[in-house]
C-alpha cells in the first residue's frame, strides 16, 4: 500500500474518530486572524516552530509536547527522543500517528512547500493554530498570552511576560541618559547575499530599545542591501548572528570598501547569539543584553 493510501486512510479515521467525540469545543482566533476550532482540552502538542517550542518550554508546558520541528532540537528543556519534523515539509503520516490535540505552527511554515503543509491535517480535524513572526517586542508578548490561553495556563504566561518586560527594563534602563543614538547594522546573511532587517522587524524594534538607530530602519521588514548601502550609511556598530561560516567578524572587517566604515575603524564589530536574536520568544533578552553591551559598552559593562 502507497504512503499517500496509508495517510488517507488515517485521515478518514480520524475523521470518524472526531466527529463522534462529544467532547465540547470552542472558535478561537489564532495569532493569524484565522478561525480555528478546538475540540477540547489539550494535552498533545505538535510545534514546528523553535520560538513557539521555547515559549512551551518556559510555560512548563514541555510535558505535552510529542512532536517539535529540526530547528528546535536544541531548545534547553524540551523532552529526549521526540520525533523531529521537517519545517516546510512535515510529515503528515507521523504527525497523525501521533494523534495531537494541536499543531502550534509559524506563519513561516508554508513558505518552502508553496501552500498550507497542514491543510490536510486540519480537514482531518486537528486544530493548527498559526503565529506570524512577531514584528515587535510586543508582539512576542501577545504570542506568549496566546500560547498560555491555549494551553489554559493563563497565569504562568502573565508572569513571563512579567519577568521579560522586568529584564528589559534593566537591560534598557540607561537610555534616557544616551544623548546622540549610535547608528547599528545588524547582519543575519553574509555575501553573496547580504541580509538584515527594517522597520516592521523586532531585530529593528530591540534595537531601538537600546537607544540606537538601525542604519536601515526606514525600510520594510526584510532588507537586502548591497555593500554600498551599508559602506555609505557609515554604521558607527556592525552586529551579525551569522554563524555558518568560521569567521564573520573577520569577513566583515576585511570586505572591500568595508576598511572605511566606522564600525570596522573602532574595531566595533560584534557576534550576537543566533538562536536567541532570531527566535521570537521571552529569549530574545539575552541577544538583547548583548547588543547593548556592544553598542553601549560604556553604559552596560557593569550589569
Known amino acids: 500500500m502507497s504512503k499517500l493510501c496509508v495517510v488517507a486512510m488515517m485521515l478518514i479515521t480520524l475523521l470518524v474518530n472526531v466527529s463522534c467525540d462529544g467532547t465540547p469545543g470552542g472558535t478561537i482566533t489564532d495569532r493569524a486572524g484565522r478561525q480555528v476550532t478546538i475540540s477540547g482540552p489539550i494535552y498533545r502538542v505538535v510545534s514546528t516552530a523553535p520560538s513557539n517550542t521555547e515559549i512551551i518550554v518556559d510555560l512548563g508546558m514541555a510535558h505535552k509536547l510529542v512532536a517539535i520541528d529540526r530547528h528546535s532540537a536544541n531548545v534547553d528543556g524540551i523532552p529526549d527522543g521526540l520525533p523531529l519534523l521537517d519545517f516546510f515539509f512535515p510529515d503528515a503520516e507521523v504527525i497523525l500517528g501521533l494523534r495531537p490535540d494541536i499543531i502550534i505552527a509559524s506563519g513561516h511554515n508554508p513558505t518552502g512547500a508553496g501552500d498550507d503543509p497542514f491543510r490536510l491535517l486540519g480537514e482531518a480535524g486537528i486544530p493548527v493554530v498559526y503565529i506570524p513572526m512577531s514584528r515587535s517586542i510586543d508582539d512576542i508578548y501577545l504570542d506568549i498570552a496566546f500560547i498560555a490561553e491555549l494551553l489554559q495556563v493563563r497565569e504562568n504566561g502573565e508572569r513571563l511576560v512579567q519577568a521579560m518586560r522586568a529584564e528589559i527594563a534593566e537591560i534598557t534602563r540607561m537610555v534616557p541618559y544616551i544623548e546622540t543614538p549610535r547608528t547599528v547594522y545588524f547582519e543575519i546573511s553574509p555575501p553573496p547575499e547580504m541580509m538584515t532587517f527594517g522597520r516592521n522587524s523586532f531585530i529593528d524594534d530591540m534595537i531601538s530599545a537600546i537607544g540606537a538607530q538601525n542604519i536601515f530602519g526606514s525600510e520594510n521588514w526584510l532588507v537586502t542591501p548591497g555593500a554600498e548601502a551599508i ?38 564589530v560584534y557576534r550576537i547569539d543566533n ?3 532570531v527566535r521570537a520568544s521571552a529569549r530574545i533578552v539575552l541577544a538583547l543584553r548583548q547588543m547593548a553591551r556592544a553598542v553601549y559598552p560604556e553604559l552596560h559593562d557593569q550589569q
Open 275 to 277: 538562536d536567541s536574536s
Open 231 to 268: 559602506i555609505g550609511r557609515n554604521p558607527d556598530v556592525i552586529l551579525t548572528n551569522v554563524g555558518w561560516i568560521d569567521d564573520p567578524i573577520g569577513d566583515i572587517k576585511n570586505r572591500p570598501g568595508f576598511g572605511h566604515i566606522n564600525a570596522v575603524i573602532n574595531n566595533r
